[in-house]
């Protein structure tokens, strides 16, 4: 049906619970209106009971109170004309009394009372000289038909009973997932708890947890009987109001005033839109122990009672009723008459006044401020006022630490103290809930809410504070409403207050003498109380605010993000669907546990479930950086902010970032440039060129970056990590910062800067530069991936590759590293051609990754091209010429091709000890090479002569213990134990190695390979126990330095399992062979030579526990393996085939 005419009547709810519950007892379900009146915004739902087609209507989402409920119910009757009763259907919090003995899920109908129609509403500020509460306005008498329909139904109920338990069931029943939520909870959670007794301030959980188990802070209740309704009906006065009740001795006192039975917050809002009747069922005592267990059921006796009452009313009894879109326009143009009545009588009167009325008004006027000092003095004995614009949240979930903290400076001596943090940290949320528990457990303390953040908003509340306190000159032009608020406030015989000023975070409004309005040359700070009879509360985002504010770093909290638990509970209480606990935790994880962030989200999958699950959003968060800026802008979330504060987290911390640029732009360049940075561990050394276009520029100052990061630090938007030099912030601080960079600005220039910082301060990759490298790895991540357009950006960026890959190597990460050169190479052979010397420096590089891999067919023809054109552009006897030799040299030697590699050696010796001397360390380290393939060729006389001439001439130049020194030492050893000159040989080894875990430290490479010799030596001398002891302690500090993968752990481990081999423990050797053999095929590939050596040791053992078949196959395919890549005359093949063809022959 899409006639909208043919709805008569109108259903409003203010909760989805409410809605859902309405739902249920629909007898039919119509389809949605096509078209409603412009600039109608609301949701609605059609159906028809009994014979009445109805259209049910529900607050926005999150939106509450007297405001809502009036837009909603205008444009409901605009939409459709034809409605002629409404009803006001859902949950309120009961007013129990002697008299009327009020339990959870019982049902209050408005009822008149004393001329009123059912619903007086109330305003907590308003307040009379020693009187109670000021009724506002109450709601007009509900149409003919609906009182007759009440009188009716209570007469049936009299005699029949309600029955509306067994209703909400069979109304429930073909509902599966309503029953969990919407059916009668146990009778035990229903505790009325006594009026002096609150809910803990520090809790969030349930009363059944915290309260119930104390019986003596419960009010005892007998059972009802058998014969008594249950739920019972309630007939009398609700109370309606723009603020949840939660004070039970407000209640009480109200209750015993008025005859109150019921208060809520949204039928006050009907009284001049949509006269109506109000059915609320009892969900709680309205008192601080808020229980949300019975929302559900106390909607469906209130929805079942609706029903029985419409089903009263025939059609045409709803038919004889004017539409009530009629009866406003009726009043309304009553009232524009009544208007026109006044003007004209005013007119009338000014203009028969005299000379003598204008003196008689006069003396009236000095008589009246004669009376205002004794006024004045009456106000102060006024009751205690309540004025926070924001309800109280019941999701809230307390963060202990912060709460304790606020509980305690409010009851100790300092009279101001403030909680600081960043925008969507929570400081306000916390600062509203603590202002309602304080009104629960002291009503006595009055409490003030100060929107700071400008002037204006500053005045317009202090505006509201004397409207609430009625000062007498408050409409005074000639009085300065600030010094008017201030000075009562300081006044000692004034109530105890709290004050409660958020978001101060202007410092210049605050403190400077020039910030407009009427008092220009006054700071606003200065209009804030003094004295000891009340306490001051101040949210801020800027510590300097804070500050300046409370006079003391002491009295102020910094708000953090939350913790993981909390985090989690928020994400539970704020979804209405059911939660994925798994995908909760990643969600609130990736969200930092940020509250604002978190919010924002439960919000957007709110309005899109089902179809939007946590895990779904979370795929959509991640999938891009748009995808992930368009959610963070989505400016759906908590009422409980200001109309015009954005609930994005983009746009919440973009303030922030335009008041930094405006107070220090300085600052907020460091911002910009941090933002391109790893949110973790970035290095301070980094940022000190962040106001210079370029990194290799002089500006800037030491000075100027401790105060700009002291600027960022006060607005908790860099923090300090536990190790001197290292900064960190929230990665989605970031997020948001690029995207205001992008705004209002250009990345690029900030992009280069990083660049540039992370090209000039990337090391070469060495062992002591290793822990520099891990701490930039993750900030230059995403540059490796990402070539820049401009040419000198690129240039930058081949730099930074080349060195990445050489750090890789060291890793032993030689495929990553080869990938990330070759763009280096392919960057700077385009830019620079392919003989510039950087472009030859990455060749080098690449090659080094060929020959790593045992690709040595690669490596050699690669060494083989930097070399000859280094010997052209550069020159035969240019270092890097030389070092190209021996790069060549080594390629030649791990290919067991002596002869070649000698000559390339003998020539570079011959060339550095000319150009360079013979005592030079190039000279050194030629000869070194040198001597090694000497002894790799049985040659040990000629090695040894080398190794001790080195050795002396280091001891002599570098001294005993340089590295260099014991690095000969160590060479000189091994050519010992290859002549079986064992005692020479262990000497020497212990000697290198002890002064090694002195000098490098027990995890530094040298001292592992050290530990490895020794070893060795035991090993040939068949001492395995200490050579096992030596080697598995080497193999622990390797995989815990290096990683398990690391080629060099993994020849510890092949070493250790050659000492279980030798021993005859077969098992544990083979477990360690098949170890290595995995991980090298994983990490280096399955033809690298160090993979073949696995397969052969492997193969050994095999065959020395009998597996012959297994060990023969095995072999069989590493010589077919070793032949393709190393060559059938290379050593390592020659050794495999030799074990191969003695075993085949045995067999």
């Known amino acids: 049906m899409s006639d909208l005419q043919a709805y008569t009547v109108g259903w409003i709810c203010a909760l989805p619970t409410e809605l859902a519950a309405a739902r249920t007892f629909l007898d039919e379900l119509h389809p949605t209106p096509d078209a409603v009146a412009r600039n109608d915004n609301n949701s609605y739902t059609l159906g028809a009971m009994g014979k009445h087609n109805v259209v049910i209507a529900i607050l926005p989402q999150r939106e509450y109170g007297i405001s809502a409920a009036a837009t909603v119910a205008r444009d409901l009757v605009h939409s459709f004309p034809n409605i002629r009763i409404g009803l006001m259907v859902g949950v309120g919090g009961g007013a129990p009394t002697k008299q009327h003995d009020i339990r959870l899920g019982d049902v209050v109908i408005g009822s008149r009372d004393a001329g009123r129609g059912g619903v007086i509403q109330y305003d907590y500020g308003k307040i009379i000289q020693n009187q109670a509460f000021v009724e506002t306005g109450s709601l007009n008498q509900p149409p003919p038909a609906l009182l007759n329909a009440v009188a009716g139904l209570?007469?049936?109920?009299?005699?029949?009973?309600?029955?509306?338990?067994?209703?909400?069931?069979?109304?429930?029943a073909p509902w599966k997932r309503l029953q969990k939520t919407h059916s009668r909870p146990p009778a035990s959670t229903d505790r009325l708890c006594k009026p002096d007794f609150t809910h803990p301030l520090d809790s969030s959980a349930p009363c059944s947890q915290t309260c119930h188990a104390n019986t003596a802070n419960m009010v005892s209740r007998e059972e009802r009987g058998e014969h008594e309704d249950n739920p019972t009906i309630h007939y009398g006065l609700i109370a309606s109001a723009n603020q949840v009740m939660e004070n039970a001795r407000m209640r009480d006192k109200l209750s015993a005033e008025k005859g109150i039975l019921c208060f809520e917050m949204e039928a006050a809002g009907l009284m001049n839109h949509f006269p109506c009747l109000v059915i609320r069922g009892i969900c709680d005592y309205s008192d601080s122990h808020k229980n949300k267990e019975w929302q559900g059921f106390a909607a469906m006796v209130a929805a079942a009672y609706a029903k029985d009452l419409l089903l009263q009313i025939p059609p045409n009894g709803i038919k004889a009723e004017k539409p009530v879109l009629e009866v406003l326009n009726s009043v309304q143009q009553d009232m524009r008459q009544l208007n026109r009545t006044a003007n004209e009588t005013k007119i009338a009167v000014e203009t028969m006044h005299s000379d003598q009325t204008i003196r008689l008004c006069d003396i009236q006027q000095r008589v009246e401020s004669l009376k205002l000092g004794e006024a004045e003095d009456l106000s102060i004995a006024r009751n205690p006022h309540f004025l926070v614009p924001f309800p109280s949240d019941p999701d809230f979930v307390n963060r202990s630490d912060i709460w304790t903290w606020i509980e305690e400076r409010h009851a100790g001596p300092e009279s101001r103290f403030a909680l600081v943090g960043m925008g969507g940290f929570g400081k306000s949320q916390i600062a509203i809930q603590f202002a309602h528990r304080l009104h629960a457990a002291s009503a006595e303390t009055s409490v003030f809410w100060v929107h700071g953040s400008t002037k204006a908003t500053f005045e317009e509340s202090y505006r509201s504070i004397a409207d609430v306190l009625a000062l007498p000159r408050r409409h005074d032009p000639d009085v300065d409403i600030l010094v008017l608020v201030r000075d009562w406030l300081q006044r000692e015989d004034v109530s105890p207050w709290l004050m409660i000023v958020d978001n101060v975070d202007d410092f210049e409004m605050l403190f400077s003498k020039n910030n407009g309005g009427n008092n220009a040359k006054i700071p606003t700070a200065?209009?804030?109380?003094?004295?000891?009879?009340?306490?001051?509360?101040?949210?801020?985002?800027?510590?300097?605010?804070?500050?300046?504010?409370?006079?003391?770093?002491?009295?102020?909290?910094?708000?953090?993000?939350?913790?993981?638990?909390?985090?989690?509970?928020?994400?539970?209480?704020?979804?209405?669907?059911?939660?994925?606990?798994?995908?909760?935790?990643?969600?609130?994880?990736?969200?930092?546990?940020i509250p604002l962030a978190i919010n924002q989200a439960a919000a957007y999958i709110n309005k899109r479930s089902p179809r939007v699950t946590i895990q779904s959003y979370l795929d959509e968060f991640q999938q891009s950086e748009n995808r992930k800026g368009t959610l963070l802008r989505s400016d759906r979330g908590d009422i409980r902010r200001y109309d015009e504060v954005s609930n994005s987290v983009v746009v919440t911390w973009q303030v922030t970032f335009e008041q930094i640029k405006r107070e220090q732009p300085r600052a907020a360049n460091l911002l910009s440039l941090m933002s391109y940075f790893h949110a973790q561990n970035i290095p301070d050394y980094m940022l000190h060129d962040y106001n210079s276009s370029d990194i290799y520029s002089e500006e800037g100052s030491d000075v100027d970056f401790e105060d700009d990061l002291d600027v960022l630090r006060g607005y908790s938007l860099v923090t300090m990590t536990a190790t001197p030099g290292l900064l960190e912030m929230h990665s989605l601080v970031q997020f948001c910062t690029k995207v205001w960079i992008s705004k209002f600005g250009s990345p690029d220039p900030w992009k280069t800067l990083f660049l540039q910082s992370a090209s000039q301060h990337f090391p070469s990759g060495v062992f002591e530069t290793w822990q520099q490298c891990q701490t930039l790895m993750p900030h230059i991540q995403p540059l490796l991936d990402e070539e820049p357009s401009e040419e000198r950006n690129r240039l930058e960026w081949g730099k930074l590759l080349t060195n990445v890959s050489w750090y890789l190597v060291m890793l032993g990460n030689y495929s990553k590293a080869e990938v990330i050169v070759q763009q280096a190479v392919s960057t700077r052979a385009e830019i620079l051609g392919q003989e510039h010397p950087s472009t030859l420096t990455s060749m080098n590089n690449l090659a080094l990754t060929y020959m790593n891999q045992g690709r040595w067919k690669e490596a050699e023809e690669l060494f083989v091209r930097v070399m000859e054109?280094?010997?052209?552009?550069?020159?035969?006897?240019?270092?890097?010429?030389?070092?190209?030799?021996?790069?060549?040299?080594?390629?030649?030697?791990?290919?067991?091709?002596?002869?070649?590699?000698?000559?390339?050696?003998?020539?570079?010796?011959?060339?550095?000890?000319?150009?360079?001397?013979?005592?030079?360390?190039?000279?050194?380290?030629?000869?070194?090479?040198?001597?090694?393939?000497?002894?790799?060729?049985?040659?040990?006389?000629?090695?040894?002569?080398?190794?001790?001439?080195?050795?002396?001439?280091?001891?002599?130049?570098?001294?005993?213990?340089?590295?260099?020194?014991?690095?000969?030492?160590?060479?000189?050893?091994?050519?010992?134990?290859?002549?079986?000159?064992?005692?020479?040989?262990?000497?020497?080894?212990?000697?290198?190695?002890?002064?090694?875990?002195?000098?490098?430290?027990?995890?530094?490479?040298?001292?592992?390979?050290?530990?490895?010799?020794?070893?060795?030596?035991?090993?040939?001398?068949?001492?395995?126990?200490?050579?096992?002891?030596?080697?598995?302690?080497?193999?622990?500090?390797?995989?815990?330095?290096?990683?398990?993968?690391?080629?060099?752990?993994?020849?510890?481990?092949?070493?250790?399992?050659?000492?279980?081999?030798?021993?005859?423990?077969?098992?544990?050797?083979?477990?360690?062979?098949?170890?290595?053999?995995?991980?090298?095929?994983?990490?280096?590939?399955?033809?690298?030579?160090?993979?073949?050596?696995?397969?052969?040791?492997?193969?050994?053992?095999?065959?020395?526990?009998?597996?012959?078949?297994?060990?023969?196959?095995?072999?069989?395919?590493?010589?077919?393996?070793?032949?393709?890549?190393?060559?059938?005359?290379?050593?390592?093949?020659?050794g495999a085939r030799r074990s191969l063809d003695g075993w085949l022959a045995a067999e």
Not at 159 to 170: A, F, I, T
Not at 1046 to 1068: C, F, I, V
């Open 526 to 593: 200065s209009y804030l109380p003094k004295k000891d009879n009340g306490k001051i509360l101040f949210t801020s985002r800027s510590w300097d605010a804070a500050e300046r504010l409370t006079g003391n770093g002491k009295a102020i909290h910094q708000v953090p993000t939350m913790e993981k638990t909390q985090a989690l509970l928020l994400l539970q209480k704020k979804l209405r669907q059911d939660v994925d606990e798994a995908a909760a935790v990643r969600l609130v994880g990736t969200l930092e546990y």
């Open 154 to 172: 209570e007469t049936d109920y009299m005699m029949q009973g309600p029955e509306l338990d067994s209703k909400v069931e069979k109304a429930l």
């Open 869 to 1134: 054109t280094r010997k052209r552009v550069l020159g035969e006897e240019h270092p890097d010429t030389l070092a190209s030799m021996n790069n060549l040299a080594s390629t030649f030697w791990n290919q067991g091709r002596w002869k070649e590699a000698e000559e390339l050696q003998a020539k570079e010796l011959e060339i550095c000890a000319r150009v360079l001397g013979e005592e030079h360390p190039h000279t050194l380290t030629s000869m070194v090479n040198l001597a090694s393939t000497y002894r790799n060729q049985g040659r040990w006389k000629e090695a040894e002569e080398l190794f001790v001439r080195v050795m002396e001439t280091r001891k002599r130049v570098l001294g005993e213990e340089h590295p260099s020194t014991l690095t000969s030492i160590a060479n000189l050893a091994s050519t010992y134990r290859n002549q079986g000159r064992w005692k020479e040989a262990e000497e020497l080894d212990v000697r290198v190695m002890e002064t090694r875990k002195r000098v490098l430290g027990e995890e530094h490479p040298h001292t592992l390979t050290s530990m490895a010799n020794l070893a060795s030596t035991f090993w040939n001398q068949g001492r395995w126990k200490e050579a096992e002891e030596l080697q598995a302690k080497e193999l622990e500090i390797c995989a815990r330095v290096l990683g398990e993968e690391h080629p060099d752990t993994l020849t510890s481990m092949a070493n250790l399992a050659s000492t279980y081999r030798n021993q005859g423990r077969w098992k544990e050797a083979e477990e360690l062979d098949v170890r290595v053999m995995e991980m090298n095929k994983r990490v280096l590939g399955e033809e690298h030579p160090s993979t073949l050596a696995s397969m052969n040791n492997l193969a050994h053992t095999w065959m020395k526990q009998g597996l012959s078949q297994d060990a023969i196959s095995l072999l069989q395919n590493c010589v077919a393996l070793a032949t393709r890549r190393l060559g059938s005359d290379h050593p390592n093949t020659l």
